[in-house]
């Protein structure tokens, strides 16, 4: 039999404690819950995604690249710093919303990889013509330009072993000739002869000024000194092969490479853009 509703005083109070009983119900409590969730949802979502890069995000980036460098970053190294970490950022947040990180254990950097994946796939659905190959190879000749290579044998004059190297080395190249130059000098931790090594070679092995100085080495013979990152050496240029610029056969398979990871790094800067514009970026320092 259904309870009569008071009336009068009783009322009041009869109103007021009728609604505390539903909320006991399990099934009512959680559709309010649910309800709250929703509407905060709802509110977030009104706006745009804010990417905020506290205080804490900078001091990490800073011990990351402290203990990489074995220094502190500079204001320019900083900015660029969180503008990577703000692209990472906006790489994962994008990658979840269409669930590349479901049953996923794979670290976020490899989430923001994954999308950007995607869009190097679509870049290259259409391959490139040969006139945009050539266009891109003409584009970028000094890419291809063919260095030189050398094939030289040097006496080393070291200034550890020496007080006057260089003096030492002048005086070395009158009396240095085919029969003795391996008896002269002191003894180095590479080869006494290089053949057929490029500049970029010479370079890493003797250093910018060796190099630079080689390539302007005229004639034959013996000559010298010529200054290296350890020190004088008389050098005998035995082969020169001057560097050039190929043509488009010759090189149009790294061109074809090239041309497509350009495509890539584009569609990912595009891809990127149209993805920050929609995101406020609050950095705070």
Not at 26 to 35: E, T
Not at 188 to 193: A, G, I, K, N, Q
Not at 221 to 240: F, K, M, N, T
Request: with cysteine; net charge negative; hydrophobic share 40%.
């Amino acid at each position: 039999m259904a309870q009569p509703v008071p009336k009068g005083a009783g009322c009041f109070f009869w109103c007021a404690l009728e609604p505390v009983k539903y909320l006991k119900d399990p099934l009512v409590a959680f559709l309010l819950i649910g309800a709250a969730i929703f509407g905060v949802d709802a509110w977030r979502s009104s706006g745009p995604d804010v990417v905020r890069v506290g205080s804490l995000d900078i001091e990490r980036l800073q011990d990351q690249w402290q203990m990489q460098m074995g220094r502190q970053p500079t204001e320019t190294e900083l900015d660029g710093l969180i503008n990577a970490h703000v692209r990472e950022e906006i790489f994962v947040r994008e990658a979840r919303k269409i669930g590349l990180d479901d049953n996923d254990v794979i670290i976020r950097r490899r989430l923001a990889q994954k999308l950007t994946f995607l869009t190097e796939d679509v870049a290259l659905l259409e391959p490139p013509t040969d006139a945009e190959r050539i266009e891109f190879f003409q584009a970028n000749a000094g890419r291809y330009r063919i260095p030189a290579r050398y094939s030289f044998s040097h006496v080393y004059f070291s200034p550890d072993a020496r007080a006057m190297p260089r003096e030492d080395a002048i005086a070395a190249a009158h009396d240095v000739d085919e029969t003795n130059w391996r008896t002269l000098g002191d003894s180095f931790m590479l080869r006494d002869t290089f053949t057929d090594v490029s500049e970029a070679d010479v370079r890493k092995d003797f250093g910018a000024r060796f190099a630079g100085s080689l390539a302007k080495l005229a004639g034959d013979g013996w000559q010298g000194p010529v200054e290296s990152a350890y020190g004088y050496h008389l050098v005998r240029v035995d082969q020169r092969t001057p560097a050039r610029a190929p043509g488009y056969e010759e090189v149009k398979e790294k061109v074809a490479g090239d041309l497509d990871a350009k495509r890539r790094e584009d569609a990912n800067a595009r891809y990127y853009e149209s993805l920050r514009s929609r995101y406020e970026i609050e950095v705070e320092r």
